[in-house]
Structures are given as structure tokens and as C-alpha cells.
């Protein structure tokens, strides 16, 4: 999944879904052109967002491709679970 955030505003709220894989598609029941340029925030349990959070400052950092961590997040389906 690609996310664009404005420069100056790093928080979840502001990142927007830009590309998705199928894998991602097909768990969630929608097809890319429906969640492209949605809001992340839409499809993260809010219990993950202070997680998520963390991890979208941690990335818009500059590090090395050793500095990277792998990172687990639920999503929310259309039913609702």
C-alpha cells in the first residue's frame, strides 16, 4: 500500500490510500479504484491508531533500509469486524 501525508502534517488523519495490492483488495472486498485516495484512517481499528502513528513518524524519518521493522495493523471490513 502507498500512502501520501502532506510534508508538514504527519499524523494518520492525513494519510491517503494511493495504490493498494490485490491481496489488500481482496481482504477488505472493494476493488483498488474504490479505496484509492481514501483515508487510511477509515480501514485502521482505532485501537491501532496510536500504533500507526508511531509508525508513520518513524517512516517519515530518513533511515537505512536495516532500520526497518516489520509492523502488524487490523483493518476493518465491511461488516464491521
Given at each position: 500500500m502507498n500512502l501520501s501525508s502532506?510534508?508538514?502534517?504527519?499524523?494518520?488523519?492525513?494519510?491517503?490510500?494511493?495504490?493498494?495490492?490485490?491481496?489488500?483488495?481482496?481482504?477488505?472486498g472493494?476493488?483498488?479504484?474504490?479505496?484509492?485516495?481514501?483515508?487510511?484512517?477509515?480501514?485502521?481499528?482505532?485501537?491501532?491508531w496510536p500504533a500507526?502513528?508511531?509508525v508513520v513518524l518513524y517512516l517519515a524519518k530518513p533511515f537505512t533500509p536495516d532500520q526497518l521493522r516489520h509492523e502488524v495493523h487490523r483493518t476493518l471490513l465491511l461488516a464491521g469486524s
Amino acid at each position: 500500500m502507498n500512502l501520501s501525508s502532506a510534508p508538514h502534517d504527519r499524523s494518520v488523519s492525513s494519510c491517503e490510500i494511493l495504490r493498494v495490492n490485490q491481496a489488500f483488495t481482496s481482504q477488505l472486498g472493494l476493488t483498488a479504484e474504490e479505496l484509492a485516495h481514501g483515508a487510511l484512517v477509515e480501514w485502521i481499528h482505532p485501537d491501532d491508531w496510536p500504533a500507526l502513528e508511531a509508525v508513520v513518524l518513524y517512516l517519515a524519518k530518513p533511515f537505512t533500509p536495516d532500520q526497518l521493522r516489520h509492523e502488524v495493523h487490523r483493518t476493518l471490513l465491511l461488516a464491521g469486524s
